[in-house]
Each structure stands twice: as C-alpha cells, then as structure tokens.
C-alpha cells in the first residue's frame, strides 16, 4: 500500500490515517454479515465496536450484548472476518468455548476450523513503516 500525504505529515498521523481506512473497511464489510448472521441465529450485538486490538480478532461481552472487531481483520481474507463475527455472535447464545459452542459452530460454518486455523498462521499485528 502506497500512503500519499501532505509532506511534513507525522508518522502518527500516517498510522491514525491507515487505521480508520481500516477501521471504514470492516465497518462496510460487517454490516450485510451482521444482518445475515443475527437473523439466523436469533442475536442482536447492541453494540459492534471496530478497533485497534493487539493481540485478539475479536472479542465479546455477552451481558451488554457488544462485539469488538480488530481493525486488523482488514486485511485478511473476506472469509476470516466472517468467521470471527459469527464466532462472537455466537458468544452471545454461548459464552464460553465449551462443547455446545463448538457444536454451535459446526452446524452453523462447517469449516470455522479451516478459518481459525488461517488466522491462527497469520500475525495480529504486522506494520512496517518504512521510507
């Protein structure tokens, strides 16, 4: 990806500039998957935050009924955020990882396996600011 800005614009600037192009992408790409998901499995997120996360694609909180969503997951392939918004949808009828969650997944995306596996080989977090 080619940045072109105002010279003399901060790295800072840079990083906050890339990240809500990111942070735009996954808003766009999450709100048909939303729709799709939520209606299928009975769930409403209340709240779907979109952020910088270092660590984990995505996370849940179950008694507020809201989803974080790594800014991240921008540049994975399509089938990785899906698989990761279905996974905290699903935290909404199970909050655990336990047997019935994971049999939840299977009935609902067969190869969720395949998916976490693949975000599982790529990095969190990968940045390389270089001039």
């Known amino acids: 990806m080619i940045l ?6 901060s790295r800072e600037k840079c990083r906050a500039l890339v990240e809500e192009w990111y942070r735009h992408l996954i808003r766009e790409a999450v709100s048909p998957m939303l729709e799709r998901w939520q209606k299928r499995l009975g769930v409403k997120a209340d ?3 979109v952020q910088r996360m270092k660590t984990k694609w995505g996370s849940c909180n179950p008694s507020t009924h809201s989803i974080r969503l790594n800014t991240d997951l921008a540049k994975k392939p399509p089938e990785c955020l899906e ?4 996974h ?3 935290h909404l ?3 655990t990882h336990n047997a019935r969650f994971q049999a939840l997944m299977d009935q609902h995306l067969p190869k ?3 998916h976490r596996e693949t975000l599982n080989r790529l990095p969190v ?4 600011w270089g001039y």
């Open 47 to 49: 709240r779907v935050f």
């Open 88 to 90: 905290e949808l699903m």
């Open 4 to 9: 072109q800005v105002r010279p003399g614009t």
């Open 93 to 95: 009828l199970e909050p």
């Open 83 to 86: 698989y990761i918004v279905i």
């Open 125 to 128: 977090r990968h940045e390389s």
């Open 112 to 114: 969720w396996c395949s």
